[in-house]
């Protein structure tokens, strides 16, 4: 008999910052639950708390010293030889063999492959015993949860309302509380605009009374205990329509949206054509005394084409990458029609374009050093980089949220024919996913993509999937 694991008033700091505090929950036989939130926001912290690998600010979590848990941390130290998902596979397995009673994993699906993806989708769907899962993967949180938690604000927000159900009913309510704000802001204006109208009037009266009733001073006392009486009574009303704004302000607090990236892109239109940019037929690649990775290559992509490449990990998708990216240690053969390296922008999961020293603002200034400060400023704003502390700071010390948006930023600054993205979704918190979504939708120019995230491929407008298998391109 599974005895139910009671959290109790759990806080957890670092320092002055308080992830969250006063989380009490319990957790029942056959449960399901998803740790979402901000990078940062300490999902990962919390999972091993739970997992009794590390100790709560305050609280505690209670549980019968017969449970078994089986843990799988989102960074895998051993088996260093191994790719990302063969190291997951096998940790995943030595877990499991303890037949564990719960089953703690930090973000399972990073570095999988597709066939290695569905083959823990239907793991996690057969395993009975309790789950509990930190991850941004929308498939996984759609299809194998059945409670959130979602780490926001200070708090944790329970729900066992669907990932999408959830989403839409905080959007909901975001924009209904938004529409309040702005119907009382109207009801302020047009308040302050009868008080001034008011004002006026009974500064007219009080002008004629001292020109034609000179002798009568109790007529001009009416008029002002008249004006003063007026003018309390709105002012009540501007306390109350302030009262109510400050309540609207603390929802809205609570239902806080994703800021919207808008990005400008610099790439000019006879850039832009119908002509193929990259083609490659009878493509060979390989490495010195080594036997070709990929043979008979055939692609091509338009100016503005969208295309994704695909595969098991180890098939050769880096390889091709390489390639077209003028890598030297890399041999090809065959036909090449590519862009010139300049005109090539590459991104992938470890910001490899951002230099660890550079100031925010550096890393933009380096790349246009005609743009005046304020440019810079004004380009950075777009990608939410507002405030003097957000530019001044060094990339070694963003978040990988941050330096996702500032390495899109970079992107947009000095915009190339063709991007190349590589995994770039790996380790990202759903709003940041979104935010590299609406930057790659924007973007004018064509785009290769390495992901094994379909949601993510179908978001951002990919046309063709090329799939690697057994040394061939199909």
């Known amino acids: 008999m599974f005895k139910p694991i009671a959290i109790k008033e759990l806080c957890l700091c670092f320092g002055d910052k308080i992830c969250f505090e006063d989380f009490s929950a319990r957790i029942h036989e056959g449960s399901r639950v998803a740790i979402i939130g901000r990078n940062g926001s300490g999902k990962s912290t919390l999972l091993k708390i739970l997992a009794g690998k590390y100790e709560p600010t305050s609280g505690y979590v209670d549980y019968d010293t017969n449970t078994i848990f089986g843990y799988v941390p989102q960074v895998i130290e051993k088996f260093d030889s191994f790719s990302g998902g063969e190291r997951l596979n096998k940790s995943l397995t030595q877990a499991l063999s303890y037949n564990p009673d719960v089953l703690l994993l930090d973000e399972p699906t990073n570095h999988l492959d597709r066939r290695n993806r569905q083959s823990l989708m239907r793991m996690l769907k057969a395993y009975r015993g309790v789950l509990i899962i930190v991850s941004?993967?929308?498939?996984?949180?759609?299809?194998?949860?059945?409670?959130?938690?979602?780490?926001?604000?200070?708090?944790?927000?329970?729900?066992?309302?669907?990932?999408?159900?959830?989403?839409?009913?905080?959007?909901?309510?975001?924009?209904?509380?938004?529409?309040?704000?702005?119907?009382?802001?109207?009801?302020?204006?047009?308040?302050?605009?009868?008080?001034?109208?008011?004002?006026?009037?009974?500064?007219?009266?009080?002008?004629?009374?001292?020109?034609?009733?000179?002798?009568?001073?109790?007529?001009?006392?009416?008029?002002?205990?008249?004006?003063?009486?007026?003018?309390?009574?709105?002012?009540?009303?501007?306390?109350?329509?302030?009262?109510?704004?400050?309540?609207?302000?603390?929802?809205?607090?609570?239902?806080?949206?994703?800021?919207?990236?808008?990005?400008?892109?610099?790439?000019?239109?006879?850039?832009?054509?119908?002509?193929?940019?990259?083609?490659?037929?009878?493509?060979?690649?390989?490495?010195?005394?080594?036997?070709?990775?990929?043979?008979?290559?055939?692609?091509?992509?338009?100016?503005?084409?969208?295309?994704?490449?695909?595969?098991?990990?180890?098939?050769?998708?880096?390889?091709?990458?390489?390639?077209?990216?003028?890598?030297?240690?890399?041999?090809?053969?065959?036909?090449?029609h590519m862009p010139n390296g300049k005109n090539i922008g590459y991104l992938d999961q470890h910001y490899s374009t951002l230099f660890p020293d550079?100031?925010?603002?550096?890393?933009?200034?380096?790349?246009?050093?005609?743009?005046?400060?304020?440019?810079?400023?004004?380009?950075?704003?777009?990608?939410?980089?507002?405030?003097?502390?957000?530019?001044?700071?060094?990339?070694?010390?963003?978040?990988?949220?941050?330096?996702?948006?500032?390495?899109?930023?970079?992107?947009?600054?000095?915009?190339?024919?063709?991007?190349?993205?590589?995994?770039?979704?790996?380790?990202?918190d759903i709003e940041t996913c979104d935010h590299v979504v609406q930057v790659l939708t924007e973007y004018p120019g064509a785009m290769i993509v390495i992901s094994h995230d379909e949601d993510f491929l179908k978001k951002i407008g990919i046309e063709q999937i090329y799939n690697i298998r057994d040394g061939f391109i199909r």
Not at 293 to 309: E, Q
Not at 383 to 405: A, I, P
Not at 412 to 422: E, F, N, R, V
């Open 358 to 428: 550079d100031s925010v603002l550096e890393a933009i200034e380096k790349l246009v050093p005609s743009w005046s400060h304020a440019e810079i400023r004004r380009h950075l704003n777009d990608f939410l980089f507002r405030k003097n502390e957000e530019v001044t700071v060094q990339v070694k010390q963003l978040s990988g949220g941050e330096k996702s948006r500032l390495s899109l930023a970079q992107i947009a600054a000095k915009t190339p024919k063709l991007l190349i993205l590589d995994e770039i979704t790996n380790n990202l």
């Open 136 to 336: 941004h993967d929308t498939e996984l949180l759609r299809n194998r949860i059945d409670t959130l938690w979602h780490i926001y604000n200070e708090k944790i927000i329970v729900t066992s309302s669907s990932y999408d159900d959830y989403i839409r009913e905080r959007s909901a309510k975001r924009s209904a509380t938004e529409q309040k704000v702005s119907r009382l802001k109207c009801d302020q204006k047009d308040m302050h605009k009868k008080i001034m109208q008011e004002q006026q009037r009974s500064s007219k009266k009080r002008e004629q009374g001292e020109k034609k009733l000179e002798n009568k001073r109790w007529m001009k006392s009416a008029a002002d205990l008249k004006a003063m009486g007026a003018e309390k009574s709105q002012g009540a009303k501007l306390k109350l329509i302030d009262s109510k704004k400050g309540e609207c302000a603390d929802q809205l607090k609570g239902l806080r949206l994703p800021d919207i990236i808008i990005p400008r892109f610099s790439l000019p239109a006879r850039d832009i054509g119908k002509s193929a940019l990259l083609s490659i037929s009878e493509g060979i690649v390989g490495y010195e005394e080594s036997e070709p990775i990929l043979k008979d290559i055939s692609l091509n992509l338009s100016s503005k084409g969208r295309i994704a490449i695909a595969g098991d990990n180890g098939s050769g998708k880096s390889t091709l990458i390489k390639a077209i990216l003028e890598d030297p240690h890399v041999l090809k053969k065959g036909t090449w």
